[in-house]
């Protein structure tokens, strides 16, 4: 993210708490999200719907970790350009897609999927 002024006001909580040296937004912690992918129980080869996908960062543990195939949807230009980059970095560009788009508009989102992951959306959404 740069380092741009942002309006905390305004500005999306991720953004907020990214500002702030948060680097990943895990209610519950790391644990608690692991938690919830062991009882997912996913398969290789199955599809992961991640709503605002920020970083990437999940999508690509997912990947890595059970095999599946993400679309990430994020709103936010700049976390987008970043996940993008940390997809290439990762070697995943052909298991995890990241696009622009806004969680309130799925129908925007071409694909079935077996998952939907939503991870502290709720509070990171600004009026």
């Not at 500002?19 to 398969?43: D, H, S, Y």
Request: charged content about 15%; hydrophobic content about 45%.
């Amino acid at each position: 993210m740069s380092q741009s002024t942002i309006n905390f006001a305004t500005a999306p909580g991720h953004q907020v708490m990214a500002r702030a040296g948060k680097k990943i937004l895990r209610p519950g912690g790391k644990a608690a999200t692991e938690q919830l992918f062991q009882w997912a129980q996913f398969q290789p080869g199955e599809t992961v719907l991640e709503l605002a996908a920020s970083f990437g960062n999940s999508a690509i543990a997912l990947a890595k970790q059970y095999g599946v195939r993400v679309v990430g949807i994020e709103k936010n230009p700049e976390s987008v350009a970043r996940a993008r980059a940390n997809i290439q970095a990762a070697g995943l560009a052909e298991q995890v897609q990241v696009i622009e788009g806004d969680i309130f508009h799925l129908e925007q989102v071409p694909g079935q999927f077996d998952y939907v992951l939503a991870e502290a959306i709720l509070t990171m959404q600004s009026a």
